[in-house]
């Protein structure tokens, strides 16, 4: 496994809480590339997860969607500004909004992206 900093530790108990069979041992695996990308974001180094739990696990989530369908290398080039120092309801604009007015998805609009699913 690969090895963790306190914060880690914290985000892997409050993920696990929401999530409980996601895993971090493999440092390949979308979810850990999301832990690791979140350790070194600025923004996402400010929440609080005393107050913020849902905010860290919409970041999470949308970070492993991006990792676990090829974002970095297969997202068309227009999905720049995912996966970075903004509030992700600010990512991929105009393709991913927010329809609450507490800036948490209630659906993610993510669209022409070159996502494809079956």
Same mark, same amino acid.
């Given at each position: 496994?690969? !090895?963790?900093? +306190?914060?880690?530790?914290?985000?892997?108990?409050?993920? +696990? @809480? *929401?999530?409980? @069979?996601?895993?971090?041992?493999? !440092?390949? @695996?979308?979810?850990?590339?999301?832990?690791?990308?979140?350790?070194?974001? @600025?923004?996402? #180094?400010? #929440?609080?997860?005393?107050?913020?739990?849902?905010?860290?696990? +919409?970041?999470?989530?949308? $970070?492993? #969607?991006?990792?676990?369908?090829?974002?970095? $290398?297969? /997202? *068309? !080039?227009?999905?720049?500004? /995912?996966?970075?120092? $903004?509030?992700?309801?600010? /990512?991929?604009? !105009?393709?991913?909004?927010?329809?609450?007015?507490?800036?948490?998805?209630?659906?993610?609009?993510?669209?022409?992206?070159?996502?494809?699913?079956?």
């Amino acid at each position: 496994p690969s !090895p963790t900093s +306190q914060q880690d530790d914290i985000w892997i108990d409050l993920i +696990q @809480s *929401k999530m409980p @069979s996601t895993m971090f041992d493999d !440092p390949e @695996s979308p979810q850990r590339r999301a832990l690791d990308w979140m350790s070194e974001d @600025s923004l996402t #180094l400010t #929440l609080d997860s005393n107050d913020e739990d849902d905010h860290i696990i +919409q970041r999470f989530a949308l $970070t492993v #969607l991006y990792y676990a369908t090829g974002g970095p $290398t297969h /997202w *068309k !080039p227009h999905t720049e500004g /995912w996966v970075g120092p $903004t509030h992700e309801c600010e /990512w991929g604009e !105009p393709d991913l909004e927010c329809y609450t007015t507490d800036n948490n998805h209630d659906r993610d609009a993510v669209r022409t992206m070159g996502l494809r699913g079956d």
